[in-house]
Each structure stands twice: as C-alpha cells, then as structure tokens.
C-alpha cells in the first residue's frame, strides 16, 4: 500500500539532547512538509521541500533541521536549541504540479523527560 | 500573515443531527480543503474545493468554497457517533505544493 509512514509513534528527549523524527513516503512524490500541532491550534509549517536536496523553512523553523538526500525521505530533527519540543509532529507530501491536496502521515508525539 | 477563524472551538450534537462549520479569512485563497483528525492521528482529507461557488459532497459531506473566496463551509447532515474529531479548514493560495493555511479547528462531539 502507498503512503506516508513517520516514525517513531512516541519520542521522548532529555533536556540538551537533538532527535530526529522520520518520514518516509512510497507515493513518488515530489513535495514534503513538516508541521508542528499543539493542543487547540490548527498545523504551522517548520520546513519544507519541494525538491531533492533542497527545502525552505516554513513559519517556526527555528530549532529544527531538515535534510533531503533522497525523494522518499524528509527527516527532522529537533535541536537542543528548540526550547520547546513538546508537540505531535506531522509530515505531508504531494505531487508537485498536480491540484492534488497534501496528504499526512499519522504523526510523532514528542515528549521531555 | 495569513490566518483562518474556525469558532466555536468545541461543537456538541446529537446523533442524527446536522451541524455546519464555517472558515473565513481576511485573505483569498485559491483551493479551500477540509480535513478531519481522530486523536493521535494525521489529519485525513474531507473535501478539496478549487473554484469560487463549488458545492461538493462526500456521503453525508457538503462542502462550498465562498463566492469571495474569503470563506468556506463544511455541513455534516445526520450525523453518527464516528463523525467525532477535529475538524479542521485549510486554505493554500499557490498550486498544490505550496503552503497551506490551517484554522485552528473545531472539536465535534456527537452524543448517541
């Protein structure tokens, strides 16, 4: 089945400690997207890439890194300078060119210890 | 920036009843979507529309992109204990890789 899988489901950081989330899609798609959702806000874009080996940052990049070596996979990682990770992180993709709407992945939910 | 109003921010129903959710923005938009997120889950795509006055269905979803092109409204009719969630409208100016505009979503409770 085609999609877009992140992984892990749950992370939890320690204080000074970078981790990285995974997005991984099947789609062939050109387009990926990370967002931020916290409790009873709607989703703010961190970065995003529309093609290999290029992104741009989004509305809150700051604290987070991106890379795009390959089309299938748009990792994020979180730095110790993200006073703030606390969050349930989404990853979308879309075909570049296409009317077609983002999709999303099921989410990482990334706690402090 | 760009920002979209979703209000209320909770919704409570009785199962069988209708109830329609309103997006507007101070801003355009050129594709208006909806999407619908059960908890601890990514947010799955409802109802995309493309062009000022469409009306779309979906089953027991209609949606309509505003005239204005400045709202959009989403209306579950007879609703059933699964329509719970959160509810959210999105709003993207550019083609269909550029940024989308979230509101901040309704929370719909559906007493059985």
């Known amino acids: 089945d085609g999609g877009i899988t992140q992984s892990p489901k749950y992370l939890f950081r320690k204080e000074g400690q970078n981790v990285t989330l995974s997005c991984e899609q099947n789609l062939n798609h050109d387009a990926m997207y990370w967002y931020r959702q916290d409790p009873g806000q709607g989703l703010r874009l961190i970065y995003y890439?529309?093609?290999?080996?290029?992104?741009q940052k989004g509305d809150i990049a700051e604290g987070y890194s991106v890379s795009r070596e390959k089309k299938e996979s748009f990792p994020l990682t979180v730095t110790s300078a993200q006073k703030n990770p606390t969050a349930f992180y989404l990853c979308a993709s879309t075909r570049q060119g296409s009317i077609q709407p983002q999709h999303f992945g099921d989410g990482t939910r990334l706690s402090i210890l | 920036g760009q920002q979209l109003n979703q209000s209320p921010q909770s919704m409570f129903i009785q199962e069988g009843e209708d109830v329609s959710m309103n997006c507007t923005s101070s801003?355009?938009?050129?594709?208006w979507l909806w999407y619908k997120q059960d908890p601890g889950e990514g947010p799955v795509l409802l109802i995309a529309l493309y062009k000022a006055g469409e009306l779309t269905s979906n089953g027991r979803l209609t949606a309509q992109f505003g005239i204005t092109r400045k709202d959009s409204f989403l209306n579950i009719s007879a609703s059933i204990p699964s329509d719970v969630g959160i509810y959210f409208c999105?709003?993207?100016?550019?083609?269909?890789?550029?940024?989308?505009?979230f509101g901040k979503g309704i929370t719909l409770s559906v007493r059985p």
């Open positions: 801003s355009i938009f050129n594709t």
């Open positions: 999105a709003g993207q100016l550019g083609g269909a890789n550029s940024k989308l505009t």
């Open positions: 890439s529309q093609i290999v080996n290029d992104f």
